[in-house]
């Protein structure tokens, strides 16, 4: 099976930076789309962005354009965020996830990793 490891989080104060990473495992074909989200405390997951792996096209949350970017490494297997002038609402759990064909479902998860936004 796919497995998928986040990493890259931590404290940061607002306008910072920061980039995630989410490593991809086990793949006996390439990904369709990997994607990252997010979810904060007390609030459910929000899609963050994803990139179509073939191509390298990304699409984002209409409300991050413009801070957030997702890039990919197709030969490691690597997907990133990389996260631009961060504020207080960033802080969550961001997690990847994949889908391995256009109709399937995201069938794999990460664990997370903890983003936090803080003067």
């Known amino acids: 099976q796919v497995q998928l490891a986040e990493s890259g989080g931590g404290w940061v104060q607002p306008g910072g930076s920061l980039r995630l990473s989410c490593a991809a495992s086990g793949l006996t074909s390439s990904p369709y789309v990997m994607a990252w989200f997010r979810q904060a405390p007390g609030k459910g997951r929000e899609f963050v962005g994803g990139?179509?792996?073939?191509?390298?096209?990304?699409h984002y949350r209409d409300s991050l354009k413009g801070r957030f970017t997702i890039s990919r490494d197709a030969v490691k297997n690597i997907m990133y965020l990389q996260m631009n002038n961060l504020k207080p609402e960033d802080t969550a759990v961001y997690s990847c996830a994949v889908t391995m064909s256009q109709t399937s479902d995201y069938s794999s998860w990460g664990q997370g990793t903890q983003v936090t936004v803080s003067s």
């Open positions: 990139i179509r792996w073939s191509e390298g096209a990304a």
